[in-house]
């Protein structure tokens, strides 16, 4: 899917409900309001992508698998439900770039970055034999006649990556992974704003789950019925009501 970026006419915000009006036709079949979704919600896929940089991918292609969540939120919304459009769609959004991400396999790393850390490591090893003793940043710097930045950087650059969703922090059995720890100083914080997560915070186990499994796992609902051992109908109530009182919370 090619989408021009050039041409962003997409500060001109459109209200929830011509959003949801351009979403309906969408989901109806019209090519153009689907388009125009697109075209209006760039800024939206970007400040998500925004989350991603400097991994290896260029922002272009972060942006295209962005769309993609885009469009599938989109195509997943339910217009019976009182929420605003973007709430809905940034966590599609940035599941797409997740999973791009995994299936890709590890972060890429530049040929000349991975040639000047494994001779970093060699001269690691050379000057760990001659001074008995694990060499410094800057001793390994000046061994090389290299910035002692430069060490650093390939140094990082080469380490094997971590998992965003490994445990960092845990305190009471509610644990802090990477993905809680990415900076975010756009202008869409949604996952970061105090008032969602107290929202989230105040909700049961149960209705914690079906928020995480559908919003965050993509799930249909009928695959979170089959999870929990309920009914569709009963998830499909229960999350109607979740978003509720999420809302009345939020709206506090």
Do not use: C
């Amino acid at each position: 899917m090619d989408v021009e970026v050039k041409n962003d006419n997409s500060k001109t915000q459109l209200k929830d409900h011509e959003v949801k009006e351009l979403i309906r036709r969408s989901q109806e079949g019209d090519q153009e309001a689907r388009d125009l979704i697109i075209q209006k919600n760039m800024r939206l896929v970007w400040s998500v992508v925004q989350r991603f940089l400097n991994r290896g991918y260029e922002p272009d292609d972060l942006f295209q698998i962005g769309s993609i969540g885009l469009l599938k939120s989109v195509d997943k919304f339910d217009l019976s439900y009182d929420v605003r459009f973007s709430t809905y769609a940034v966590p599609m959004i940035i599941g797409e770039i997740q999973r791009f991400i995994r299936d890709d396999g590890t972060v890429k790393v530049s040929r000349s970055l991975k040639e000047l850390g494994n001779k970093i490591r060699r001269a690691r090893d050379e000057l760990s034999k001659t001074m008995g003793k694990v060499p410094t940043v800057a001793e390994i710097a000046n061994y090389l006649d290299i910035s002692p930045e430069d060490v650093v950087l390939a140094q990082e650059a080469v380490r094997a990556p971590s998992s965003i969703h490994e445990t960092v922090y845990e305190n009471d059995g509610d644990p802090i992974t990477l993905l809680d720890q990415i900076a975010d100083n756009t202008e869409t914080k949604w996952f970061d704003k105090i008032v969602l997560k107290d929202a989230i915070r105040d909700l049961d186990e149960r209705e914690r789950l079906i928020v995480y499994l559908r919003y965050y796992k993509d799930q249909t609902q009928s695959e979170v019925a089959e999870r929990l051992g309920i009914s569709q109908v009963q998830v499909s109530r229960l999350e109607k009501k979740i978003l509720q009182q999420m809302k009345d919370k939020m709206n506090q």
